[in-house]
């Protein structure tokens, strides 16, 4: 049974500290942190100007910072032994991992006017890597808080807005993953004991408070370990048949599409990724409700529905995941679901509290007896949004 603890954040940014002053020499001058997420309901809704209702984890990541004398930045991982350095103006074009890391901050200073120092950057993080968690969020997001710092920027939340384009622009122009803005906006936005309802037309978001002690549920997540990846070409090809579905109803987005409207496609494949998109925005407005009303039947109804139609309709699910849901609600869950982009990565399950610990030696086993990877397991606790810890 293995869990994936976050640790306590301050523990880990003076761990992070002392590691900063080893590898440049001189003290950090602040730590941003930034939370990885789990989202409870709405997948591939926020492209289709829809719902989605992620919450922020406790899981982080954590980006120490220094400012440098001249114009060059120089980021390093404790999760990688390389690094890149350059300018500000190369970073645009920066590799791998890097590519989020300093490419928000070339988002930032070109973009969105920030006034960006050069600096030294040193990022360790607590959130499970290629699991669907928004790991990638999370490091552009606790950079870009560190980065603003520097800059003597007042985080408001007409910054957060800014720091949430820069991320997503980071993620899109310089490493070439889609993305629809989801994670960068709960990691900027998240709130303790809440999820956050974001309305991707309107652009608006609102804390929608999760009573999980009077409703007696626990949020598990399964990382399935089988790696997820937003570059590899199934999330884009998803994207695109949305936009098509939506451009052969004449449409700007699937948001404004019906079932009914929907059903009539005929391109069976474009049928059923549409079909997907609107029913999943409706089941998010149902789980909303559902909370309010501690119906605890009915976000087992809702979980379950949106599994079958990413696993079917969709078609972003993948064995591990199915057999993730089908197992925690033979052991006890009230409903459960993959969650995030899909094809690997992560399961979140609502589970009774008391059945926590059966939930989990279920899957396990249940894992060991399909031959899979070992899974790993975290709670979703609902956290803070990014800040500045030093």
Sequence with gaps: MTFLEPGDPQTTAEHLGGAFREAFGAPAQVVGRAPGRVNLIGEHTDYNAGLVLPLALAHATFAAARRRTDDRVRVRSRQSDETWEGTLAEASAAPGWAGYAAGV??????????PVPGMDVLVDSTVPLGAGLSSSAALECAVAVAAVALADQELDDDLRARLVRAAMTAETEVVGAPTGGMDQTIAMHGRGGAALLIDFRSGEHRPVPLDLDDLGLTVLVTDTRVS?????????????????????LGLPSLREATLEQVEGL?????????????????RVTATVEALAEQDRAALGRLFLASHVSMRDDFEISCEELDTVVETAVEAGAVGARMTGGGFGGSAVSLVPTERVSAVVRAIDARFVTAGFRAPAHLLGVPSVGAGRLG
């Design 228 to 248: 997820h990846a937003l570059h590899d070409g199934g999330y884009a090809s998803r994207r695109a048949d949305c936009e098509e579905a939506a451009r052969l």
């Design 266 to 282: 005929a391109d069976d494949r474009l049928r059923r990724r549409a079909r997907h998109i609107v029913t999943e925005i409706a």
């Design 105 to 114: 901050l070339w988002a930032l200073a070109e973009r969105e006017g920030v």
